[in-house]
């Protein structure tokens, strides 16, 4: 199985048939994919300017769509090494039971699913580096009651996403599944009440 950088040259070189590019960008997100496979690659078709059934897209727009994946994924994989290299301390000095942002981060390990868009036609319209760059601020910091991406303060309480975990917050605005260990208790608590409202 090719890895992603292997698959990114693939997209990259000319030699290869526009077809196989294509695809290989489609597998890119196999391996690297913040919002969830359909979501990513529409979010990338959309702002490379080539559409999601597109089976003969323009090379450069495609080699766009792989520049904005590529960039996201040196954003993540710096998180990640942060974060494994402040858990080893954190063992070192004793302390093995990780905490909330740990418990979210094994669930997005390698990146997939890191701002789950449960809808594929709905997700941030920003770039996706710009995305996880604003959410790993928010894991950095207090939790808020707002959406890290957006800003957006409408989050419903939303049940059988097709993601791990099932339910969670979602922002109504951008369309996200925004971590729980970025919200206070009461934003979660309020996203919960929003639901059983919405629901009676």
Not at 95 to 124: E, I, K, M, Q, Y
Not at 148 to 170: A, F, I, M, Q, T
Request: overall charge positive; charged content about 30%.
């Amino acid at each position: 199985m090719a890895g992603f950088r292997s698959l990114a040259r693939q997209v990259r070189d000319p030699r290869c048939d526009l077809a196989l590019r294509r695809y290989s960008l489609r597998k890119c997100l196999e391996r690297f994919a913040p919002y969830g496979h359909r979501a990513t690659w529409d979010h990338l078709c959309s702002r490379a300017g080539f559409g999601p059934e597109d089976r003969s897209p323009d090379p450069v727009r495609l080699v766009a769509a792989l520049e904005e994946l590529e960039e996201a994924r040196a954003v993540w994989l710096g998180y990640e090494a942060e974060f494994a290299e402040r858990r080893k301390k954190e063992k070192h000095d004793g302390l093995r039971r990780p905490g909330s942002v740990d418990d979210w981060h094994r669930l997005t390990w390698g990146g997939f699913g890191v701002a789950w868009c449960d809808d594929p036609r709905v997700h941030p319209d920003e770039p996706l580096a710009e995305v996880l760059r604003r959410i790993i601020a928010a894991l950095n910091r207090e939790p808020g009651s707002a959406c890290p991406v957006c800003g957006g303060e409408r989050l419903v309480w939303k049940y059988g996403l097709d993601h791990e975990p099932s339910s969670g917050p979602v922002c109504t605005d951008c369309g996200i599944l925004v971590p729980r260990p970025v919200l206070t208790p009461q934003a979660l608590a309020y996203a919960r009440r929003g639901r059983l409202l919405m629901s009676a």
